[in-house]
């Protein structure tokens, strides 16, 4: 209901209570069912003109306006309190299809399960099994690290062999006929053959190895589940995809897949198992829990999965602290000084496994006297010959000039995202993902044209006399060491690494050459770093020429449009690097040229701008700030530089934002993907969620759980339901009931209800008469009974595909099974999230995006209190002491300590409250009413009076709660 309409009825100002009061079953429900069911989406909207979002956008002063005042697009008569709402239909037609497009994905609960067994085996971990984790962290990060090194070390070796080929032989080709179509011929043999190997990846085998994979990844660390992202089959497939679509001569790059890789490396190991190899070999492939086994969550599966993905860039640019910090900038949602220290040990080792290895395949027997730390991946020479402390520096009035360039840069993003979006429109429309024969001929088609452009370009390209012998005795300083980065072993029949002679007459080069026939890597070197050994005094004559950057920046720019989004395994890092350095280093060569015309004889640094160029153009798609600047500084070596990249980059960045989302925030937008933002990030998402109550969109008909049911009951929930938790309470029939506050026992999650059925857990036979049966949790005394019912609990690495395995699970249910009962108490979260009904939507945005919340129930307006802690009640210091007054009166006092082994621990207290009675409800149980005895989930078989020490631990947590000694309860 607009705002106008509310004024004229009377009903209230804006922004009370009710307002905007919304309907029981919930109103992302209401409003998706409403539009669904009337096709309108004008009762979502501010009734205003439905042309003046599009004039006002139109307007350059009202932009300026917008970015100064942020609601100046509304209506004088609209009130504050309403500002962030949908302006007109068109709007709201636009947010209500991309809420259709979530209802695709689903979310992921990073909230570990505290049930009564897993804190009955936390209790009874001794000091030895967490040291034994703590390693274990620190060793599964040395290992993503150097298996990424390995991987990478692989696929350098792998393209400098097919590279070397392939131009090898086109280039001699042209030595020894001269002509065009049979060298033409044989690059497109190349490059078309392995487009299609890599389509036929994506279109057949696995479509998550398409592109680089950072929007998915983006959207896992958020908290959507993305069935088969990490997967050992998207794992071999992007693998070899990555290989085959360098080959095959696109614009592309390993930095984005590498990023994916690394991410399954490190959500694999932090699993220690595979679902794949399990179902290859008919039994499960997993680790015991003492070999590494510690990590089998989704909040510890996230954190691997984040330091994998550092690992990954870090491999790709042997950059450890721009890698990591991309990681963190660009991917992880949940951030930890403890990500960040592990993650630093992978980055290190990734690029020391690397370089290592590389040293070894040139010089396996003097691997201790090989100089490190001198070569980098996109450095054409090594540090002690292009003396960078000489060719890196500034002047303070070029500061400007490099804020412009970042502005420029950041134009340069946002045109390509936009463009970008209007391919991938097209692309839906006739090249749609069911149609895999026309994705395979769309990525050879562009191989084609790739290709093709390419080798016309070096084919017009201009015939220029070589260098001097002095000249070229600096040009040529970078020797084999340097192939396995370059990719290539680009030395041309005439002897020379980079004049090749091509068509040219003998003492000729062509100019073009140089750049369009070589991997794209190479060329990304050249642009770099050409001419930087030239000693002082000496003039650069065969530099790289304007009209070379411009037509390289003006024929990959597109090529990188489209290559973005198709069936291939394409990473768009070096791409978009190689063009912001080629205009650059052009806007070096102007500068130069004004400085000389204006009379000035200062040196200027041809490549610092060709460093601020490539950094302003990356972080203008991207739109990272900090890894940007590390990972162009590590790179290149040009630590001179770090305050022009800065400055720069940020110009990028705030250019970009002013004027569109970035490149990967666009992805997820188009997918649909219902990813939270950080907190505040977004002035209008702040606006928005300030102005509304959680109760305002909350749901408040719940289908509930009861704790113990009939199986067939709970069976027929789940197939009646696509819910992914449950909440388990005594009064079903309340929750349902809109608006009827009910008590809340504890959570469940589908993919865990399905593990209990498969495993036969918690299910007993029970005639629903008289008091249940205390064996009906099938409750265990040992740690290690403990460890193998929760190990059956795991979803990693072994998952249960929800609307998959289900059928399976649910079928292989006898007749006598479904009858039986099942006890949902000890495997329920005991503590799910809660938030107060009147609190603002901004507090519950906060507490899903921190905790990484699937689901999050709300309390009463007045909720009841039993206590408060604070900063120092928690602190480890008081708990630690609160532990040992425990220990003290629980087992020591009471004697029950005397003859327990090193492994008895204080006895768990379960809940005791809400086990008393069960009411009908929709799940079909019988009124029941009991005294249903606590369940003992914590105490020691070993204690010589288990009793005695429930009795006294239960003392001394009563006091802790009530102040005063209390009366325990009847065991």
């Known amino acids: 209901m607009s705002y106008s309409r509310l004024k004229e009825e009377g009903q209230g100002q804006a922004g009370s209570g009710d307002v905007l009061r919304i309907a029981s079953q919930g109103a992302l429900r209401q409003n998706l069912e409403s539009y669904q069911t009337h096709h309108t989406a004008s009762n979502f909207a501010i009734e205003m003109d439905k042309n003046l979002k599009r004039k006002r956008r139109a307007s350059l002063q009202d932009f300026a306006d917008k970015i100064k005042l942020g609601h100046e697009n509304y209506s004088p008569n609209v009130p504050a309190s309403v500002h962030g709402a949908p302006q007109n239909e068109e709007d709201s037609r636009e947010i209500l299809e991309l809420l259709n497009r979530m209802s695709a994905f689903e979310g992921q609960d990073f909230d570990k399960n505290e049930n009564d067994v897993s804190r009955a085996a936390q209790l009874n971990r001794d000091e030895l099994d967490y040291a034994n984790e703590e390693a274990w962290k620190w060793i599964l990060a040395f290992l993503v690290g150097a298996i990424m090194g390995v991987l990478m070390f692989i696929v350098d070796i792998t393209l400098e062999g097919i590279n070397t080929l392939k131009f090898g032989t086109v280039k001699r080709l042209i030595a020894s006929t001269g002509g065009f179509w049979a060298p033409y011929a044989v690059l497109l043999c190349f490059n078309m053959g392995f487009a299609a190997i890599t389509g036929y990846i994506v279109a057949f085998e696995a479509p998550f190895a398409a592109g680089s994979g950072i929007p998915e990844l983006k959207s896992y660390l958020n908290g959507i589940h993305l069935r088969g992202f990490l997967s050992l089959r998207t794992f071999v497939c992007k693998f070899i995809g990555v290989i085959t679509c360098i080959a095959a001569g696109l614009v592309s790059s390993k930095g984005g897949p590498f990023v994916h890789l690394g991410s399954i490396v490190g959500g694999g190991l932090s699993g220690m198992g595979s679902s794949t190899l399990s179902q290859l070999f008919g039994r499960p492939i997993k680790a015991p829990r003492r070999y590494g086994g510690y990590f089998r969550n989704d909040a510890d599966h996230r954190d691997y999965v984040s330091i994998g993905a550092a690992a990954g860039i870090t491999s790709s640019f042997s950059a450890p602290l721009g890698g990591l910090l991309l990681a963190v900038e660009e991917h992880s949602s949940f951030y930890t000084t403890n990500i960040f220290w592990r993650g630093f040990v992978s980055t290190c080792t990734a690029v020391t496994v690397l370089h290592v290895l590389a040293q070894l395949r040139l010089h396996p027997g003097a691997i201790f006297e090989s100089k490190f730390g001198i070569r980098r991946d996109y450095g054409l020479y090594d540090d002690n010959k292009a003396l960078y402390g000489k060719v890196y520096f500034y002047y303070l009035w070029e500061l400007p000039i490099y804020a412009a360039m970042g502005v420029f840069g950041g134009c340069m993003g946002v045109l390509f995202i936009k463009l970008n979006i209007v391919v991938s429109r097209l692309r839906g429309r006739f090249v749609p993902v069911m149609k895999r024969g026309r994705r395979i001929a769309e990525v050879v088609t562009i191989a084609w044209v790739t290709s093709t452009v390419f080798f016309l370009a070096c084919w017009v390209g201009e015939c220029k006399p070589l260098p001097s012998a002095r000249h070229l005795s600096f040009y040529e300083m970078d020797g084999d060491e340097q192939d396995i980065y370059a990719g290539v072993d680009s030395v041309d029949p005439s002897g020379l690494k980079h004049f090749p002679r091509l068509w040219c007459a003998p003492d000729h080069y062509n100019e ?241 209800l399905l593990r209990l059925l498969k495993h036969r857990i918690g299910i007993f036979a029970w005639d629903g008469r008289g008091p249940i049966p205390l064996s009906s949790a099938q409750v265990v005394h040992d740690q290690q009974q403990r460890w193998e019912v929760l190990e059956k609990l795991e979803q990693i690495p072994l998952k249960i595909r929800a609307y998959v395995d289900q059928e399976q699970i649910i079928k292989d249910l006898t007749a006598e099974d479904m009858e039986m009962h099942i006890d949902l108490r000890p495997y329920m979260q005991r503590v799910p999230f809660l938030v107060h009904a009147n609190a603002s939507l901004s507090r519950a945005y906060r507490l899903f995006r921190t905790m990484g919340l699937h689901t999050l129930y709300v309390g009463q307006a007045k909720p009841l209190v039993m206590g408060v802690i604070t900063r120092k009640d928690i602190i480890e210091e008081n708990a630690e002491l609160v532990l040992g007054k425990k220990a003290h009166e629980g087992l020591m006092l009471e004697g029950a300590l005397a003859n327990s082994p090193r492994h008895a621990a204080v006895p768990f207290i379960p809940e005791t409250s809400g086990y008393a009675e069960y009411t009908s409800s929709p799940l079909g149980l019988d009124s029941i009413a009991e005294e249903a005895a606590p369940i003992e989930l914590g105490a020691s078989p070993h204690d010589a009076n288990p009793q005695v020490g429930l009795l006294s631990a239960a003392r001394t947590v009563m006091r802790t709660f009530s102040g005063k000694r209390a009366t325990a309860p009847t065991f």
């Open 512 to 752: 073009n050459g140089r750049l369009f026939l070589n991997p794209l890597v190479q060329a990304l070197r050249t642009i770099y770093h050409f001419g930087e050994t030239l000693p002082a005094g000496l003039p650069d004559s065969a530099g790289l020429t304007w009209d070379l950057l411009a037509l390289w920046a003006m024929i990959v720019f597109p090529l990188s449009i489209f290559s973005a989004g198709m069936a291939a395994t394409t990473g768009l890092f070096m791409p978009w690097l190689s063009v912001g350095a080629a205009w650059g280093r052009l806007t070096g060569l102007v500068i130069t040229a004004l400085a000389k015309r204006m009379g000035s004889s200062l040196p200027i640094s041809l490549s610092a701008y060709t460093v601020i160029g490539a950094s302003a153009q990356l972080s203008g798609i991207t739109r990272n700030i900090l890894a940007m600047s590390v990972l162009t500084m590590e790179s290149t070596g040009s630590l001179q530089l770090i305050v022009p990249i800065m400055v720069a980059v940020f110009a990028a960045k705030m250019t970009g934002d002013a004027l569109s989302l970035g490149f990967y925030e666009v992805q997820i937008k188009i997918r649909g993907a219902p990813t939270l933002l950080e907190p505040n990030l977004k002035a209008h998402q702040a606006m928005v969620s300030d102005k509304l109550h959680v109760h305002e969109v909350m749901t408040t008909q719940l289908l509930a759980l009861a704790p113990v049911g009939k199986v067939k009951d709970l069976v027929d929930v789940l197939q009646r339901c696509k819910h992914q938790a449950f909440p388990v309470t005594p009064d079903v029939s309340g929750a349902w009931q809109s608006g009827e506050a009910f008590p809340l026992h504890g959570m469940l999650r589908r993919t865990l």
